[in-house]
C-alpha cells in the first residue's frame, strides 16, 4: 500500500480508522478490521512523524511508517492517509481537522476505542464526530494490551509475551551494512543492521528468530567478548547464501536464549555460537 496525501486519495465512500497504530498490535487490529467490515472502502488515516515526537518528547517506535502500513495492509485496509503531523496539524481544532482531513477523502464512517480523542488539546471524540453527522462507531478495546505495555516487555527481553500482545513475533528492522565481517571468521557470516534511530531495539542479548524465510540467530547488544561498546543488531540466517548488502531486512524475535557475556577464549565463544545456532533450531515461532 503507498501512503497517500490528502489531494492524491479519490473522494469515495470511507470507512476510516484513525491513530498512530504503532506496532499494529491486537487492539490496533480489532479497529482495523471493523474499518474492513464496514463495508465501504477501508481507509486508514494515520501519523508521521509520531504526534509526541513532533511535540519534542522521545518515543521508542515499535515500527517504521513503512512497516505499519505494511502489516495495516494484511489487515485488508485498502488506502492510507498519511498526516504529516506538525505543529500546524496540532493546532487543528476536532472540527477543522474533520473538514480539512475526513470529509474530502470521503468518510462517511469512522470506527475507533472508546478512548478516540483528536484535534487540539485531544477535544475531540466520536460523540462530537457524530454531531457533525459522521457516523462514528465505538470499537471495543482489547483488554491490557497497549503499544506501551509491549515497549515495557521488549525492554525486559520478553518477545515471547510481546508476541502474544501483537498477534505476530515482534521485529527489528534495518538496512544490511557492512560491519567487521567477525562472524564470517568464526564460521557464522551475520547480517549487521543499521535501524532507524527512533525505533525501540530490545534487551540486550542472544535470540532465537527468524528473517527472509529462514530462521536466524540474532545478537543485540555490544559484543563483550571482543570490548566492544557500540550497539548492534546482527542477524545470522541459518542455510542462508547470499549477498544482503545495502538491503532492508526484517528480522522476527521469537525466543530470548541468553544474556550477551565475554568468553575465556575464542574457542569457548564458537562453541557457545554453535548452541545458540542449534536452540534457534529447535525454537518454534510464538503463537
Do not use: C
Not at 509526541?52 to 488506502?79: K, N, P, Q, W
Not at 462514528?136 to 521488549?154: G, H, Y
Amino acid at each position: 500500500m503507498v501512503a497517500r496525501s490528502v489531494a492524491e486519495l479519490r473522494h469515495e465512500r470511507r470507512a476510516v480508522a484513525i491513530g498512530t497504530f504503532d506496532g499494529v498490535h491486537l487492539g490496533h487490529r480489532r479497529v482495523l478490521e471493523a474499518a474492513v467490515a464496514a463495508g465501504l472502502t477501508p481507509t486508514v488515516v494515520t501519523f508521521d512523524p509520531h504526534p509526541r515526537i513532533a511535540f519534542g518528547y522521545e518515543v521508542e517506535l515499535l515500527t517504521t511508517l513503512r512497516r505499519r502500513l505494511e502489516l495495516i495492509t494484511d489487515v485488508g485496509i485498502e488506502d492510507a492517509l498519511v498526516v504529516e503531523f506538525d505543529l500546524d496539524v496540532a493546532r487543528l481544532e476536532p472540527e477543522e481537522f474533520v473538514e480539512q482531513v475526513l470529509r474530502p477523502i470521503g468518510t462517511e464512517v469512522v470506527v475507533a476505542g472508546a478512548d478516540f480523542r483528536f484535534g487540539r488539546g485531544r477535544a475531540g471524540d466520536l460523540g462530537l464526530l457524530r454531531r457533525l453527522g459522521v457516523d462514528a462507531r465505538t470499537v471495543p478495546l482489547v483488554e491490557n494490551v497497549s503499544s506501551s505495555k509491549i515497549r515495557d516487555l521488549l525492554r525486559a527481553g520478553e518477545v515471547d509475551r510481546a508476541a502474544k500482545l501483537l498477534g505476530r513475533p515482534p521485529e527489528v528492522e534495518g538496512t544490511v551494512v557492512a560491519g567487521d565481517a567477525r562472524g564470517g571468521t568464526l564460521g557464522f557470516p551475520t547480517a549487521n543492521l543499521r535501524l532507524e534511530p527512533d525505533l525501540l531495539v530490545p534487551a540486550y542479548g542472544i535470540y532465537a528468530g527468524a528473517a527472509e524465510g529462514h530462521r536466524a540467530a540474532v545478537s543485540i547488544g555490544t559484543n563483550p567478548h571482543y570490548g566492544g561498546a557500540e550497539r548492534r543488531v546482527e542477524a545470522h540466517l541459518l542455510d542462508f547464501e547470499g549477498d544482503l548488502y545495502g538491503l532492508r531486512l526484517v528480522v522476527e524475535l521469537w525466543r530470548r536464549l541468553r544474556d550477551e557475556q565475554s568468553f575465556s577464549s575464542e574457542e569457548e565463544l564458537v562453541a557457545q555460537i554453535g548452541r545458540d545456532v542449534e536452540e534457534t533450531r529447535r525454537a518454534e515461532a510464538p503463537s
